[in-house]
C-alpha cells in the first residue's frame, strides 16, 4: 500500500506509536511521519506509506499551524502542563498586554530548542537528558511566525494563540517567553497542528475511520504533490527519466519555467523532475515505485 494518510493524532499517544498502530491497520511494514508532534498534542500528522516514504522532502509546504492555549502564572520544566510546576506568580496582564507582547515574536526569530525536545546532542535526545535530570546548552535556532493572532479563552488567565510558522518552530517556547516578557511565566495547556505538510486538519481522519476503511484514507502520491504542474513525455523519455536520466526540454512543451514538475508518460506518474530553462534540461529527481 503506498500514499499518504493525513491523520488526525491524538492526544496521549506518541508519534511513533501512531504509526505503529497505522502499520497494523494498513498491513504495510515500510511507513514514516511527516514532523513529530508531542504526545500531549493533536492533530494532523501526515503518515507517508510504502514508496510515498521517498517523497518527503518534496511535499510542496513546509509551513505549519496551529492553535495553543497559554496558561498565564506558572511555569514547568517541559514548558507546558504535563512538566513538574517550577513557580507559580501572580498575572496582572490582561489581554492587551498579552497581545503587546506577542507582537514582537512575529517575523523572524531565533529560539533556544527546549530540553525536552527530540532534537540530538552528542547523538542523545534531548528529553533523554532532561529525564536524567541534565540541561545542556543549546545553539539558537531560526523560526518564522508569519502569523500569531491572541484570544481570551473562558477560563481567567488563559489565551488562546492561532500560529503560522515555519517547520522547526516550538510552540512551547513561544509561550514560554511571551510569559517570561510578560514578567508571570507561561505554559501551554493545549496544541493541536491544523495545518502541515500541505495537509489541513479539516480533511484529517482518526484512527477509528482509518480502521473502517483504509483504502478510502489513501492519498495518493501524485495527489499529494498535486501543487506542482505535469509534464507529459514520451515512451522513450520515459524509459531514460525512470532510469535515472535527464531529459532535453525542447520536447517537454509544458516545462515553461524553472521549478519541480509531476512527470507523466500518458496517464501514468513517473515521479518528480525540475527543469532548469537555461540549460534546457529537466532533471530527474525521484521515481515513483510502489515500494
Known sequence: MTGFINLYKPSGLTSFRCVSK?????????????????????GVLP????????????LPDSTKSYRAVMRLGMTTDTLDITGEVLSE????AGLSEVVAAAEKYKGDIMQIPPMYSALNKDGVKLYKLARQGKEVEREPRPATISRLEVSGTENENEYSLEIECSSGTYVRTLIDDIGRDLGCGAAMTALTRTFAAGFNVADSVTLEQLEENPSACIISVEEALNAYPAAFVSDGQAHRFINGGDLNLER??????NGLYRVYNNDRFLGIGRADISENNLEFCRVYQER
Open 89 to 92: 506568580s501572580e498575572v496582572s
Open 252 to 257: 517537454i512543451k509544458e516545462c515553461k519555467v
Open 47 to 58: 503518515i507517508m506509506l510504502g514508496g510515498a516514504t521517498r517523497f518527503l522532502e518534496f
Open 22 to 42: 497505522v502499520r497494523g491497520i494498513t498491513g504495510e511494514k515500510k511507513a514514516g511521519h511527516c514532523g513529530t508532534l508531542d504526545p500531549m498534542a493533536e
